[in-house]
Nanobody, 112 residues
Framework: QVRLTERGGGLVEPGGSLRLSCEAS????????MAWYRQAPGKARELVAE???????NYADAVKGRFALSRDLTKNTVYLQMNNLNSEDTAVYYC??????WGQGTQVTVSS
């Protein structure tokens, strides 16, 4: 079993930034590719950003140019830097390994 622990959510004003982190209990080399999803109230869970199996990056159109995915293999941690946030980004953000192992989620609220 792989445990994923997200941190970094919170309340931020429109135009602000947050950085989420997701620490895995196993080496990132040994588990499925990591990704971030989000789920807003009343909406389906949607992909935000992911590492592809080929080692590339993929972003949802809604976050391209504003969000950036990165990782620190020495810390088994993946980060999601979120800039220029708006109200549409309000959601619970989930870290996942291969859409199989999931974290508990962290709330991001964008509001003035």
């Amino acid at each position: 079993q792989v445990r994923l622990t997200e941190r970094g959510g919170g309340l931020v004003e429109p135009g602000g930034s947050l950085r989420l982190s997701c620490e895995a209990s196993a080496s990132l080399h040994s588990i499925y590719s990591m990704a971030w999803y989000r789920q807003a109230p009343g909406k389906a869970r949607e992909l935000v950003a992911e590492y592809t199996n080929a080692g590339g990056l993929n972003y949802a159109d809604a976050v391209k140019g504003r969000f950036a995915l990165s990782r620190d293999l020495t810390k088994n941690t993946v980060y999601l830097q979120m800039n220029n946030l708006n109200s549409e980004d309000t959601a619970v953000y989930y870290c996942t390994s291969g859409a199989y192992w999931w974290g508990q989620g962290t709330q991001v609220t964008v509001s003035s």
